[in-house]
Nanobody, 122 residues
């Protein structure tokens, strides 16, 4: 399984970005997938997750501002980020491998990881 993120960049506070994670194989239909982020000096934390049935889960800090979605036909995961804040600045990672949505934002549940994409909000 390979996961490749794109779509990161620099944006002003209040702006929007859309992250994309291209997956090899039938990852989006076989596994729960998620987005994590890691800021300098901080641990990697869960942002949003989506199950094989489309059920979603969000961290409190992004609820109502971010939206996770997937396109099974394209084996692609997305993260729409609106109303961005400086505290959203981090490297964002795509992850896959959890079989259920139990503790979906716990990084220990994921096997496959992308290389990350930088998001900077000023």
């Amino acid at each position: 399984v390979q996961l490749v993120e794109s779509g990161g960049g620099s944006v002003q506070a209040g702006g929007s970005l859309r992250l994309t994670c291209a997956a090899s194989g039938y990852v989006t239909s076989d596994y729960c997938m998620s987005w994590f982020r890691q800021a300098p000096g901080k641990e990697r934390g869960g942002v949003a997750a989506i199950g094989t049935d489309g059920i979603t889960s969000y961290a409190d800090s992004v609820e109502g501002r971010f939206a996770i979605s997937k396109d099974g036909a394209k084996n692609t995961l997305y993260l729409q980020m609106d109303s961005l804040k400086p505290e959203d600045t981090a490297v964002y990672y795509c992850a896959a491998g959890a079989r259920t949505m139990y503790s979906a934002l716990d990084r220990r549940r994921y096997i496959y990881w992308g290389q990350g994409t930088q998001v900077t909000v000023s």
